[in-house]
């Protein structure tokens, strides 16, 4: 029989450690605040459908460009480092933008911010594909950027308030296996899409996409029950500023999302030219294919936050580091038979580790959480920004190892980090 839900883990769900939170059953008890979403009940379908949409359209969205970096190049006249561009300035306008949309949601509440920020960022792309100039593409592009903010720094807020602690890991893990889907949606249209038509029309047919998974997010997700407006005061969102710099964990949280966004765009960037050339000699469609990747973080991400309350988060963010390198290590051969799977692996530790470390921040962050989600946000997409335009310096002087040596070495920082994390004492999270 499935284990109840009892007044010791409703209270203390770190208590759970030992424990797997996918066989913990929503059973009705009074000691569990009815006002929490819970596993097996119609809100939480609701809840995790709504949050797997917004997942689902914003790497959609964020990545649709990342297999016609080359088309750019060619149609546009471009070096791959300014080809990349059309993505860095996405995440860098995406990372101030979260400085700005999570505290604008510890205000006017979190529904409202997502929903609005995954229409526009939906029709900014639309507008994308009409642009004829490179310079449009990037300005439609900074503001797909500055709309996604709202989605980024938002949903890990919300779940973090409105599901049971007891769930939180394992709703997170769906969530960001939405963001691995959209990614596959993303590249393998447009790498599809553009070989047959062109640029335009494969980024017309995602905002379509995106569209629809807006309405469809706006009518699922359920009221909030638990958000409470804070200021907006500029000394009051200081001072929340400075609280999540003092804990002792979140810092070095945000530098993991760092090395992980970083790392990860890092190497499906520059992974498409190489494709491109000898001796792999790919097509554009083929190239598009290999998204398919993607898909190992639908699985790895819900299983790690599942692994997380048995194991604990240090140990299960080590693992998908590790597991991101030895992917890497792979990507090193000339045969797809190898570095299929290698890239496989490196996707599967990448869901796996961000999944980790964002449930991670929602959990030590004591107040303003929207503020310590825009934190590690802020950092995750100014390590794309800035490691995924820095990859073709790399890519031009050096090559794929010279990518695959910059990749190690953000990698086995971020290790360095996981490990002092671990050794950093739990933080009891009480549910009032």
């Avoid at 804990?247 to 499906?268: N, Q, R």
């Avoid at 898909?295 to 991400?301: E, I, R």
Wanted: proline residues 4%; charged residues 10%.
């Amino acid at each position: 029989m499935a284990p109840v839900v009892n007044k010791s883990a409703a209270l203390h769900s770190e208590s759970l450690a030992g424990e797997d939170d996918s066989l913990v059953s929503p059973v009705s008890s009074p000691d569990i605040n009815k006002t929490y979403i819970i596993r097996g009940t119609r809100r939480f379908m609701h809840a995790t459908l709504a949050l797997f949409c917004a997942g689902l359209s914003t790497f959609a969205v964020l990545y649709c460009v990342q297999p016609v970096l080359p088309v750019f190049s060619q149609s546009f006249h471009l070096t791959p480092a300014q080809s990349s561009l059309s993505l860095s300035v996405t995440t860098v306008m995406m990372a101030l933008g979260l400085l700005v949309t999570g505290p604008l949601s510890d205000a006017i509440g979190r529904k409202s911010v997502m929903s609005v920020s995954l229409l526009l960022a939906a029709c900014f792309t639309l507008l994308c594909a009409t642009m004829s100039s490179w310079e449009g593409v990037l300005a439609m592009r900074a503001l797909t950027g500055l709309a996604l903010s709202g989605v980024a720094a938002v949903a890990m807020t919300w779940l973090s308030e409105e599901l049971h602690p007891v769930f939180l890991s394992f709703s997170m893990g769906l969530y960001i296996s939405g963001n691995s889907i959209g990614g596959l949606v993303g590249r393998l249209s447009t790498g599809m899409l553009a070989d047959h038509f062109s640029w335009n029309v494969s980024l017309f047919v995602v905002g379509l996409f995106a569209l629809t998974a807006a309405g469809l997010f706006f009518r699922l997700l359920p009221p909030s029950q638990h958000f409470r407006a804070s200021s907006l005061r500029p000394h009051q969102l200081l001072v929340n500023f400075m609280f999540q710099w003092r804990d002792t964990g979140l810092p070095m949280l945000f530098l993991v999302g760092f090395i992980l966004m970083g790392s990860f765009v890092t190497l499906f960037n520059y992974v498409s030219f190489r494709f491109l050339a000898a001796p792999f000699s790919l097509s554009q469609t083929v190239v598009g294919l290999l998204s398919v990747v993607y898909l190992t973080g639908t699985y790895s991400s819900p299983k790690a936050g599942v692994m997380t309350a048995r194991y604990g988060r240090g140990v299960v963010l080590m693992a998908s580091l590790l597991l991101m390198l030895a992917g890497l290590i792979a990507t090193q051969f000339t045969t797809l038979l190898l570095v299929l799977p290698g890239l496989m692996l490196f996707a599967a530790g990448f869901f796996a580790a961000h999944s980790v470390a964002s449930s991670w921040v929602g959990h030590r962050a004591r107040r303003a959480r929207g503020q310590a989600s825009s934190l590690y946000l802020f950092f995750y997409y100014l390590g794309s920004s800035v490691a995924g335009t820095l990859g073709g310096v790399f890519w031009h002087g050096y090559g794929w190892a010279g990518v695959s040596a910059f990749i190690a070495v953000m990698l086995l920082g971020g290790l360095w980090l996981a490990n002092k994390l671990r050794q950093i004492p739990v933080l009891v999270k009480k549910v009032r």
